[in-house]
């Protein structure tokens, strides 16, 4: 049994004295829907898994962020995403919180970019500049799915995150012609963070199927939304993306991260909140 | 006989947003439908955006509201299209917006064809509801809370929220 309602949850004496709140926090609920193929669920993991250990690398940034609006903006950025990640996770069919607690990082489908370890704030910029840029890109053409719940999910994603591209895209222009230390760092970061950016445009064998994108496709927009920034941001070109891996192959980043990320569920299994 | 129903309509339109409780959720243009059939109602809600976390809150106080009139079984289902927008956002929801201080939002940008533009300079205008000063400026495009910016007047010096377009 499950209670998505705290006070529930502490009588412990069954919901038969409440009447409300018998556990039911699916974001889905109701929402009527064909149930997911083995394809169309491995596509709806690959995209929440995507938005659910982005949201969590944002998250590690809250108490550290250098200006308290700053902190609130990393903040709802990552809590938009954790939406996205629910409702792609639910779209599957299968138990988000299964999914996101007890799945090991072998079993995890999302780019690297989202899991490398963060820098500095330039580090964050330049990561969110470029997973923002190719997830509204790919979100966009979405809108257009067969599947008409990704479709609205896509919908509502596109609005979410042109903000995160906006919020991204700003900072890199304010620190890219900012001082000299600000410029450097930027530079920097581009080094770090830009050969983990030729795997979002490596094609999944999913993502040719008719509710999917081929994200190869969004390259050229992806290409020259980043040329506009870096134009106005005084930055060189980006290096070299380097070389594609598949989904499913990951860095040693990411074990330590579900590490975290999955501690309390998994060391209370029976709790439920 | 399922009918749109018109008793549970009203009640369920007397039920405020947890985070704007100024406004009802009819108000803020995520009540959608309303059926009925004998004592059973199906009400359906959309989120404001894909993480809010008011989402429980609301349909608790929507199956409390109706079981306490006397429905015995409701249900409150989650509707995404079309996705929620600052434009259904009603007449009288933007006057009690304004008068518990948070400007209400401009018209939600149209889309262009092609790509989404970037967009890197503040480009929304938001009138101070203290004073009414057009003289206001960004502080952020985050806000307290998913739905809302923050912005300052250079009028009165008073920070306030700005309800976003989106």
Known sequence: ???????????????ARWAFGTGFSDPL???EMTPADDALAGYCLM??????????????????????????????????????????????????????????????????????????????????LA???????????????????????????????????DYAARWAVRLGDGTEESHRRMRRALDEVWPYTADLFATDPVESAPFAVDPATVRAEFDQVIAE??????????PDAGRAVPRGEHTGALHPLLEELQSVARALPEATW | MVTTATRAREIAETVTDPELPQLTLAELGVLREVTEDGDRVVVSITPTYSGCPAMDTMRDDLVHRLTGAGYRDVEVRVTLSPPWSSDH?????????AAAGIAPPGPAPRRPRGPIPLTLGPTRRAACPRCG??????????????????????????????????
């Open chain 1, 1 to 15: 049994m499950s209670f998505d309602n705290v006070y529930a949850a502490l009588t412990g004496d069954g919901d």
């Open chain 1, 29 to 31: 609920a109701g929402v």
């Open chain 1, 47 to 128: 995209l929440g898994d995507d938005a659910l250990i982005m949201s969590h690398r944002l998250q590690e940034w809250i108490t550290r962020a250098p200006e308290l609006e700053d902190e609130v903006a990393i903040a709802n950025i990552a809590l938009d995403l954790l939406g996205q990640a629910r409702l792609l996770l639910a779209r599957t069919g299968r138990d988000e919180d299964e999914l996101a607690f007890h799945r090991d990082a072998a079993e995890f489908r999302n780019v690297r970019l989202a899991e490398i370890p963060g820098g500095d704030f330039a580090h964050l910029v330049v990561r969110l």
């Open chain 1, 131 to 165: 997973f923002s840029t190719w997830r509204l890109a790919v979100m966009d053409r979405l809108r257009l799915s067969s599947d008409t719940v990704l479709a609205a999910i896509a919908a509502k994603s596109v609005k979410e995150l042109t903000y995160h591209r």
């Open chain 1, 229 to 238: 920034v870096l134009g106005q941001a005084t930055l060189p070109a980006p």
């Open chain 2, 89 to 97: 956002i009603t007449e009288s929801g933007r006057r009690k917006l």
């Open chain 2, 133 to 166: 000063s057009t003289d206001t400026e960004e502080v952020s495009e985050f806000g307290a809370t998913a739905c809302k910016a923050l912005r300052r007047c250079r009028s009165c010096r008073e920070p306030f929220d700005h309800f976003k377009e989106i």
